[in-house]
């Protein structure tokens, strides 16, 4: 063949290729929608659960994003025809009995394209928007205040039926569970830019544990009910004027009033309130930390998506490609050898430019596939090489240069 003929038989497949992604593509675009869903569950899985949620800046961006999810969906679905039509093109320069792989080829190497994106989807996908989008000091400070405010609504729940010794119990084991995870301390409120959120979490607590007094105590210790309430509103109103100390001072004389509710009970009451602060300390402390929000755009996220599937898709498809390669001639196994340890840096600086963060797993998740899929690479090459110096004796089969 010409160089002309050549030509015009790699644009006869490009177009074969690009009529087939424009066909699947259009199909994938009724289902655009769910597919993008599914594409972007790691990415909500890692936010917080009450920001689960992506924004889009202009009008037109939901409409580009579905569009190019069925193009890429389109490209996806493409593969075993972009595959047939490179084994098309090289053949010709292949042995009559290599050509027979036609069809192993193009079903390796599109379940290799599958397990590529499959490996990325479930094993580095989630590990990476965690890394990303998650301050691991703030992630555990929220999940133990979340524990914590769930005994504490426990023990509030135990001296709202009467059971004031039970809810003194579990409050004080929260209590020590939150100073020996550093979660919370008693004492006076730090003058911090969160101040303002601890005191504001003070006073919610002490609403609930007031409702819960109501409650477990009755008619009796109304009175002295109404006093701490009254307690609590000129806390409010402290508050409401940035006076934090005085805000915090009326809360504590609330608190010290309402222990006076139940004599025998004291120190249950006294505890309770002692937790509730710990947990208005803590929750001001998460917000100190966590005071940066992601706000995540759905064209970013789609982009960065699918280049991390598509980029583990040809990945995995290396050790085919070097085998296609060493059937033609073009490479042999050992010139791959010889040059392994360049390969590896080459596979390493690729894994650390294609991976969005620094971290030594997600890396490791691109850089080990892509060393491990170069070696398998090398072996298929020094296969065939053994095979087809074992024909060539036998048959006196010469490589014919058709291509």
């Known amino acids: 063949m010409s160089l002309s003929e050549h030509l015009t038989e790699l644009r006869s497949r490009l177009l074969k290729c690009t009529a087939a992604v424009l066909v699947l593509g259009a199909v994938a675009l009724v289902f655009a929608k769910p597919i993008f869903g599914i594409l972007m569950k790691p990415v909500l899985d890692a936010l917080p659960p009450e920001g689960r949620a992506l924004v889009y800046t202009s009008g037109i961006e939901e409409i580009n994003v579905l569009m190019k999810v069925g193009v890429y969906c389109g490209i996806f679905l493409t593969t ?225 998506v699918l280049l991390l599937i598509l980029s583990f898709g040809i990945i995995f498809e290396l050790p085919l490609v070097m085998a296609l390669l060493g059937l033609v001639g073009v490479v042999r196994a050992g010139w791959l050898m010889k040059y392994q340890r360049h390969a590896f840096v080459v596979c390493l600086i690729a894994a650390a430019i294609l991976t969005p963060t620094g971290d030594v797993v997600n890396l490791s998740l691109m850089a080990g596939p892509m060393l491990l899929c170069y070696e398998l690479g090398v072996l298929a090459v020094w296969l065939i090489e053994r095979r087809r110096s074992k024909q060539e004796p036998q048959t006196g089969i010469t490589p014919t240069p058709g291509a």
């Not at 290799?112 to 965690?130: D, E, H, R, T, W």
């Open 80 to 304: 075993p025809v972009i595959l047939w039509q490179i084994w098309g093109f090289v053949s010709p320069g292949l042995y009559p009995e290599e050509r027979r792989y036609a069809g192993p080829f193009v079903m390796m190497g599109t379940l290799a394209f599958l397990v590529g994106a499959l490996f990325c989807y479930f094993a580095v996908l989630p590990s990476m928007f965690k890394f990303l989008l998650n301050e691991e000091e703030s992630t555990a400070l929220s999940e133990r205040l979340d524990v914590g405010r769930l005994r504490a609504d426990d023990a509030l729940r135990f001296l709202r039926v009467g059971d004031a010794e039970r809810a003194g119990k579990l409050a004080l084991e929260t209590s020590k569970a939150l100073k020996a995870e550093g979660v919370g301390q008693t004492g006076e409120a730090t003058r911090t830019p969160s101040e303002r959120v601890e005191l504001e979490a003070r006073l919610d607590g002490m609403g609930r544990l007031l409702d819960a007094s109501v409650d477990g105590f009755g008619a009796p210790a109304r009175s002295v009910l109404r006093q701490a309430v009254e307690k609590r509103a000129e806390a409010v109103e402290a508050y409401a004027k940035e006076d934090y100390a005085g805000a915090a001072k009326a809360m504590d004389e609330g608190a010290s009033l309402l222990a006076g509710v139940a004599p025998t009970r004291t120190e249950e009451l006294a505890g309770l309130w002692r937790l509730e602060k710990e947990l208005a300390l803590g929750k001001a402390r998460y917000v100190a930390e966590a005071w940066t929000r992601p706000m995540l755009t759905m064209g970013e996220q789609l982009s960065l």
